[in-house]
């Protein structure tokens, strides 16, 4: 890549069942670039909500020839062998760069054995993962699969003897998106994770990115430490710097 | 003129921050927010009476602080005189704490006071943990401006419903940061029934500014959102 924006690793494209207002493709470029964001990497919401085959095949055309927006293959445990013919569909496409897991949406762990089968085999293909899940399931995946890479979303969320369960984990990064904007919560981040270890993540079009911005202007981060949230850990952590 | 509808000072005992009235002032400072109405922690966590004492001292040594009472309708017995002595005493808002002090609009004891609010005349902020439905009920007999703070976007179908029939019902931008939220409530209703509000120093007061800066509205819009229509509000009361 040869900007110097952000990038923002957790984005949705689609309608939600909220009052938020129906924007076009057109107009969420224009959200991004208000924001200085130079990439964000979305889930299709239908995929995420509902039918993640119908909606992984729209986000394909969807993102196709945009230059700020990349995409997540959705997988559901359920459907494992709809999910693998998914991740052999997309993954080799150049705009898909990870993949999307929510455990809430599927009604189902992360960390149970059909779920792990599955991770196992997104281990295997060697890109990151954006995994809603508590951060127990995450520990505990982290663990079994020592060498799948994993995003936790809304680090904001999650209380003090929660967050610990992710120390010491090399293999999972998280995300700051989320509704509220607990105070401290990107410098606990960097403390308990370290600043290599925390990414942009703003949950557009759920969520303004203009709300992460604000948090990582109040947070108490060196130049360094802000340039890798905003931009240097994504690029390291899906491969950007190839692109 | 920005002025920040929510601001949160004293001692935090969930974790350790520093929540002291000089530390919301370099907030304030860095952010450029001329006024901040501030409520002390005490007051909804431990003692109303108390806190709202210890918010009337921080808001006479500190001109850019504006006072708001807490009302803990769990006490009850010493609610109405608090209530009725508040503006008197230089109150400019009351703001209630349901979620976290666990009751509701439809508890008896809140129904008990409702009157003596009307009464008072001074707005009323509430998040929507206090019931959206039986606070719909209370509304007419309220009457003083009520606004909603914390809508968050699976709140914000309820609360867009509420405001198209109470005239009186306003919302704080605290939590309505989904892209195009403060446009279209503004659409909707207007920039006047939206007021700044960030609930620093337990949350970051960026986000919240950042997200009204970012909105895409006029000038002429975004002025009642950040200041304007609070500063009318308060100089009513």
Redesign the interface.
Known sequence: MRGKGIIDTHGHLGE?F????R?SLDEVDA?LA??DIELCIFSSALAVMHDFREGNAWLKHAIAGRQRMAGYVTINPHYPDESRADLDAYLPLPDFLGVKYHTHYTNSRADSPLALKLLEDVQQRGVPILLHASAGQIANVAKALPDLRLIMPHFTLLA?PEASLLAGLPNVWVDFSG??????RVSEAVELLGHQRVLFGSD?????P??????V???DLTAEQRECILRRNAVDLFGLAKA | MIVDSHCLVGFWPL?R?DLSPEALLR?MDRHGVAQACIVSTRAFIYDFVEGNEETLKWCGAQERFLPVAVIDPRRYIECPSEIASARQRGFRLFRLFPDRQGWRADAPAFHRLVPGLAEAGLPLAVPPEIGLGALATRLPELRAPVILSGV???Q??DA?AMMETAGNLLMDTS?L?????V??VCQLFGPERLVFG??????????????V??AQITEAQREPILGGSLRSLLGRA
Do not use: K
């Open positions: 939600w909220f009052p938020i207002p924007y959200i208000r924001c003090g509704t509220d904007s607990h105070w401290g557009v079009t759920l969520i303004d203009a709300r992460a911005l604000g948090m202007d109040d947070a | 974790d921050r907030l968050t976007y699976w914000l179908a867009l939590m940061n989904s892209p195009g939220a446009e279209q960030s609930g620093a120093l337990l949350n970051h007061m960026a986000p919240a500014l950042r997200t800066r970012h």
